[in-house]
C-alpha cells in the first residue's frame, strides 16, 4: 500500500476531501490534515485513512501530524500542498499587515512546513523517494484585482515547487505544481455568479468539476510508478 497525506484548510477542504476520497479507492492510505474538524472526513472504521486536526501555519502542529502518519503506516508516499486562504480584495495601501501575515503564514509557510516534513521522510525511508504535488492556483501566472497577498504566495508557490524539484532529484523525491482554476467548491462559488475582471467589469466565469482535479493529482502522483518498486500520490 502507498500512503498519501493532504494539507487542506478552509473551505479548500472540500477539494481535498474528494482527492482523499479518489486515492482511497485506489489503493492508498490517506491521511487529511485540516483546520476544521467538521470539514475533514473520519471514518474510524477504515483502517487506510486517517484524518488530523492541524494548523498548518504552525510548525509544531505539522510535525506532529506527520510524525502520527509515519508511526501509523511506516512510510509517505506522496503530499499534496492544497492549503490556502484568501483575505477580501483591496489595494495594497488598504490591506492590513495583519492580513498579509495571515494569508502568508498559511499559503507559503504552511506549504512549506508540510512539504519540508514529507520531504524528510520520503529521503529517509526505504524505498527512497516520493511525490510533492503543490497547488499553485492560476494566480500563480494571473493575479485578481486587489489580491496581492494571495497573488504573492502563489508566485512563490512556484519558486518553492522549483527549488524543491531539484533539491529531490538524487533522493528520488519529485515535485511538480498543479495550476488549478475555477474548481467547482464553495470557495469558488461566487465566481459562477459574478466577479471583478482585470477590465472593472464583473462577469460571471466557468466552473470546473472538481473530480477532474483528482484525477490530476492522482495521475501526477502515478507519474513516479513507471520502473519503480513503490509510487507516490
Known sequence: RHTRSGCGWSSDVC??????????????????????RNKLIVDS?????MSIVCDISKYSDVKNAFQKINKKWGRIDALFNNAGIGKPSNTI???SPDDWLDVVNTN??????CAKEAFFYMKNQKPQGGRIINNGSISAHVPRPGSAPYTSTKHAITGL????????????IACSQIDIGNAGTEMTKRMSEGI???????????I?????????????????RVGKECRSR
Open 108 to 113: 507559503l509557510n504552511g506549504n512549506f512546513y
Open 93 to 95: 495601501d488598504l490591506i
Open 208 to 224: 470546473m468539476d472538481v473530480n477532474h482535479v483528482a484525477k490530476a493529482v492522482f495521475d501526477r502522483s502515478e507519474e513516479r
Open 161 to 172: 515547487t522549483r527549488s524543491i524539484s531539484l533539491d529531490g532529484r538524487k533522493f528520488n
Open 15 to 36: 477539494s481535498s476531501d474528494l482527492c482523499a476520497e479518489y486515492f482511497l479507492k485506489n489503493n492508498y492510505r490517506d491521511a487529511l490534515l485540516g483546520r476544521n
Open 45 to 49: 472504521k477504515n483502517d487506510d485513512s
Open 196 to 206: 471583478i475582471q482585470a477590465s472593472g467589469e464583473v462577469k460571471k466565469e466557468p
